[in-house]
């Protein structure tokens, strides 16, 4: 048995996670925290090998010792951390883009259910927000602001495979994730790049260690909140009161208040505790020749809303594999499958979402009927009301709520499921013909999978507006599959003090997708085992339908780079693109970039300053574009059309016709996005704090959207080139590191602010209209000088107080009589100064889109201990709170805020009075004191807290090392936002509406990491 310390030769501190292996073979163990290691070796053993990332590999002689004390000298080379860059990787000291990177240890280091989220709050200028709370639900990423009112999700990039998005992976195999932030940057991928390019680097094997690695938790998840909404007593007193100032007759008697018995808290009744789970195993090695990464991984996640009907299952396989076949071929593969199951409520929808049943149903209504009357009822109707497994009843509301129905009727009847497949993978063959700095490499990836999904709707009755007089089953499924061949050479030289690279290559990629669907009614057996489409009936009410789409893209680039002595750096970027989406006259693209830097702490006036060790200037100008635009976009669309009816009675049938649905566009182009970015990269004291600073302007152009026709054409406008948006912004990244001694830390923050503007819209007034919203009064809007989008709505200026007040309202602004106000309602601001309140009073009342977004991220470690805390936050976004529904003021509950609502003169300012008789459309009309609040937040994360067993322990065990953790994320979260949640998820440019989105969960968890 040897045993020892390893230490750093500069500071005599201990170094932990050393590699010491026996030379000749795969034996070896790691050093503990203190730098203690113990190795058991043969006689016919002589020699160990130290290593460690960022000092000199050290070989030393056995010679029978049992006692090996090691000091390990810097790597000034090696420390010098390397980034992937697009086809390439270049030392980050010499990086003259804006390029954010996220490494295997802080992917891991926050319990994710997809990679893409491991980048939130650690990436500045990188909005992430999860499209839901729901389990399998995706991820909206947006770089540097929203550039497109099409599609703002960034190019990503796994293993040199380009593909829409990263969900499917396994963040246990991710190595690193880079950000290529700035159009320089993003060039080199051309057409793609518009929205940035996220770069994923697997796992691979490292030569001479075999290990063998568990990582997992388990944990159980809850919500986070629930929102206050009045609970029965208050509910009937508000609702007397609105029909009280309404002029209507009270619906409920003293009687009735006070001797209630029934106060449903509807949110208590469908949140339950869930479960969460990651199970992950690796298997890795190397030697000179070969190196290999195989893995296995399981995630499952159930819902804190019917966990029974909400809930994602992720398993995933792994193999990256390469191998030296001689002295100038080398062979190699990375490829993963993914399997995905899932199942789903339905969320945030304004007319019967499970969420939203629980916030605007009455309390007076219980969970299950137990009223004798009202089930002998039930019993004798056509169509029965829902049942639970037991046979009981749901409760029915007696009052007027339409599409709200009992949610747990609702998820009682929600049956559904989805299955998807995906393989993605490629296989690489790199010559080195003996020239040195020659590489040529060849590199064929396929992308293809499947999907399948099926839902079921029984028949049933919930309330006289809503019910389903029969049963209905549809399935769907489809495939995909995208070939991309690469052909790579690159080259580089130096020259004395010169260096100069080159890089040139060209892509030629396929995508095509195929899907059915059908559907049918009235089961002839009913129940969700029975739930296929040949058990439906076949009648006029079945359906089917099915689709074929396909575009390809061929590309050429290349890349030039120089620098002087690592002091003045310059770089030129160029690709060609040509897309099958465009038509002849615009089918080919041209995206160059220059990037130049300088490291002034090269230079002899700051070289050995002992405060700045390091200080780079940068700049950079490039062009990107975006062709995601759908297929056949410059193509007049022949579709189905509204089939028409024809006889009556029996004999009635409909008849789909076909068309042209939408007008063609021969000219349509590329969008393009021009920007100019300035940075400064700098370290002081060592590294010991470390700044990253970005100035940037980018300018996109003609983006790609549906031209508005009249509606009386019976045509759909064409895809055309629609206006011009800017976004300017500054990003900053700021560490401070301890990494001597016992006790080490990183703190890591980082802030970024972005102004959006939209500076030119080809319509003749300017803007352009999105979908409407509270019933056609305010809608999302793009419009010349403002936010893209924003809400458009009326700005209010308080309450009118008396009634003298009122009047002078309604004479300065009713003189027509109608709509005449009362004391209590809102003062709408007449804009335009017409001396009417009218549509034509619309302005911008606030962006969905946040303008700040921050991050704080702390690590300690500490003998064995380990502490980390994060947390993350935005700042500027509006969100429209959709819990109240203008056809339902008189029968919804509403959230306890409504209760600060005036009720005398005095007695606020912030909210208006509540009245069965709306004349003053202070509930109708889109404005900024009802519907649109605030959405910034401040989120802990995460929480961990773990510990690190002893070297000598753990090798006692069998293992190299053994790491126990607990976990909590999204602990604690500030907000003025008195929805769900504030986090409501994007999926496109018309977003920003609450209407009972599924809230993120809040959750404790007990890792283990194990290592052999």
Do not use: C
């Not at 999904?453 to 029969?470: C, F, H, L, M």
Request: glycine share 10%; proline share 4%; hydrophobic share 35%.
């Amino acid at each position: 048995m040897v045993t020892g310390k390893v230490v750093d030769s500069n500071q005599n501190a201990p170094i932990p996670g050393v590699s010491v292996k026996v030379k000749g073979v795969t034996k070896g163990t790691i050093t503990d925290l203190s730098g203690n290691f113990s190795l058991l070796v043969e006689s016919s053993e002589t020699e160990l090998s130290f290593s460690f990332i960022g000092y000199k590999e050290k070989t030393v002689a056995i010679n029978n010792q049992s006692t090996i004390n090691v000091s390990l000298e810097e790597d000034v080379e090696q420390l010098d951390e390397v980034i992937v860059v697009g086809y390439q990787v270049q030392k980050k000291s010499v990086v003259t883009g804006a390029i954010a990177s996220v490494k295997s240890e802080d992917i891991t280091q926050v319990p994710v259910q997809n990679a893409a989220q491991s980048l939130q709050g650690k990436t500045p200028g990188v909005l992430v927000t999860p499209v839901s709370g729901q389990p399998g639900a995706g991820i909206d990423i947006r770089v540097r602001g929203t550039g497109s009112n099409g599609d703002n999700t960034p190019l990503y990039v796994v293993d040199g495979i380009q593909i829409d998005n990263i969900n499917f992976l396994n963040p246990a195999d991710i190595e690193s994730i880079e950000v290529l932030k700035d159009a320089a940057s993003s060039a080199i991928y051309g057409s793609r790049g518009a929205n940035g390019v996220v770069l994923v680097t697997t796992k691979k094997g490292k030569e001479g260690v075999s290990t063998v690695s568990y990582d997992g938790y388990y944990g159980i998840q809850e919500a986070w909140r629930k929102v206050p909404v009045m609970n029965a007593q208050q509910y009937m007193e508000f609702h007397n009161e609105g029909a009280k100032n309404g002029g209507a007759l009270l619906p409920f008697s003293e009687d009735q208040i006070l001797n209630n018995t029934i106060d449903t808290d509807w949110q208590g009744e469908i949140f339950e505790p869930a479960p969460i789970q990651s199970h992950n195993l690796q298997f890795s090695g190397g030697s000179a020749k070969s190196n290999y990464m195989t893995s296995i991984g399981y995630f499952g996640q159930e819902g804190i809303v019917a966990p029974e009907k909400s809930k994602f299952e992720r398993f995933t396989v792994r193999l990256n594999a390469s191998h030296k076949v001689s002295e100038y071929f080398k062979i190699g593969t990375n490829m993963s499958f993914v399997r995905e199951e899932s199942q789903g409520i339905n969320e945030n929808n304004q007319f019967g979402s499970v969420l939203q049943n629980a916030l605007l149903h009455d309390p007076l209504t219980p969970v299950l009927e137990t009223d004798p009357s009202k089930i002998e009822q039930y019993e004798n109707m056509d169509v029965l009301p829902v049942r639970n497994s037991n046979g009981d009843f749901y409760g029915i509301s007696d009052r007027s709520l339409r599409e709200i129905v009992n949610p747990l009727a609702s998820i009682e009847n929600t049956y559904g499921e989805n299955k998807n497949n995906k393989f993605i993978g490629n296989m690489f063959l790199e010559l080195t013909p003996g020239i040195e700095g020659l590489s040529i490499k060849t590199d064929l990836g396929v992308d293809v999978g499947n999907w399948y999904g099926r839902g079921y709707s029984p028949e049933a009755y919930y309330n006289n507006v809503t019910y389903a007089d029969a049963s209905r089953v549809n399935q769907y499924q489809g495939t995909y599959t995208t070939l991309q061949w690469e052909n790579i050479i690159s080259y580089s030289k130096k020259i004395n003090d010169h260096k100069l690279s080159f890089l040139a290559g060209n892509t030629v990629r396929t995508w095509e997708s195929e899907d059915n669907s059908s559907s049918r009614t009235n089961m002839q057996i009913n129940g969700w085992d029975y739930a296929w489409v040949n058990n439906g009936t076949a009648d006029r009410t079945q359906g089917a339908g099915g689709g074929m789409a396909q575009h390809g893209l061929v590309s050429y680039f290349g890349r030039a780079s120089y620098d002087y002595k690592e002091k003045y750096l310059l770089s030129v970027i160029a690709r060609y693109d040509g897309s099958s989406r465009f038509g002849a006259a615009n089918k080919f693209g041209f995206f160059p970039s220059v990037q130049a830097g300088w490291i002034l702490s090269q230079e002899n006036f700051l070289k050995y300053n002992e405060t700045v060790n390091f200080l780079k200037l940068r700049a950079s100008w490039g062009r990107v574009g975006n062709e995601r635009i759908g297929d056949f976009g410059y193509l007049e669309l022949f579709d189905q059309t509204p089939p028409y009816s024809y006889g009556n009675g029996e004999n009635q049938s409909l008849n789909p016709g076909y068309g042209i649905t939408r007008m063609p566009n021969p000219n349509l182009k590329w969008e393009t996005a021009e920007e100019i970015n300035m940075g400064i990269d700098a370290g002081f004291f060592n590294d010991a704090l470390t700044a990253s600073i970005d100035l940037y302007s980018r300018q996109r152009k003609d983006l790609l959207g549906t031209k508005p026709v009249p509606a009386f054409t019976g045509v759909g406008g064409p895809i055309f080139n629609l206006g011009t948006v800017n976004n300017q912004g500054i990003e900053v990244a700021l560490t401070y590191s301890k990494r001597k001694g016992e006790f080490t830390y990183d703190i890591t923050g980082n802030f970024a602010y972005n102004d959006n503007k939209m500076v030119e819209v080809a319509n003749e007034d300017g803007r352009f209209t999105g979908p409407s919203m509270h019933f056609g009064e305010g809608q999302l809007m793009i419009q010349e000088g403002h936010a893209m989008p924003f809400y458009f709505g009326w700005k209010t200026d308080g309450i009118l107080q008396n009634q003298a007040e009122a009047d002078a309202y309604n004479e300065m602004f009713n003189k027509d009589g109608n709509d005449k106000a009362v004391p209590g309602d809102i003062r709408f601001v007449d804009l335009n100064g017409d001396g009417v309140i009218d549509n034509d009073d619309r302005t911008n009342i606030g962006s969905p889109v946040h303008s700040w977004m921050y991050g704080l991220n702390i690590r300690m470690e500490y003998k064995g201990f380990d502490f980390a805390m994060f947390w993350q936050g935005q700042a500027g976004g509006k969100l429209i709170n959709g819990n109240q529904r203008i056809d339902l003021t008189k029968a919804q509950n509403y959230p306890i805020r409504y209760l600060d609502r005036w009720t005398g003169e005095g007695s606020t300012n912030n909210f208006p009075i509540f009245s069965y008789e709306d004349n003053n459309r202070n509930f109708i009309r889109l404005n900024d004191m009802v519907h649109v609040e605030d959405a910034s937040y401040l989120r802990l994360r995460n929480i961990q807290i773990g510990y690190t067993m002893p070297q000598r322990l753990s090798n006692a065990l069998g293992m190299s090392k053994l790491r126990v953790y607990v976990s909590g994320n999204n602990l604690l979260t500030f907000t003025e936002y008195s929805g769900m949640d504030p986090e409501v998820g994007h999926g496109g440019i018309w977003t920003g509406y609450d209407y009972g989105s599924y809230p993120q969960a809040k959750s404790y968890l007990l890792g283990l990491n194990i290592s052999f």
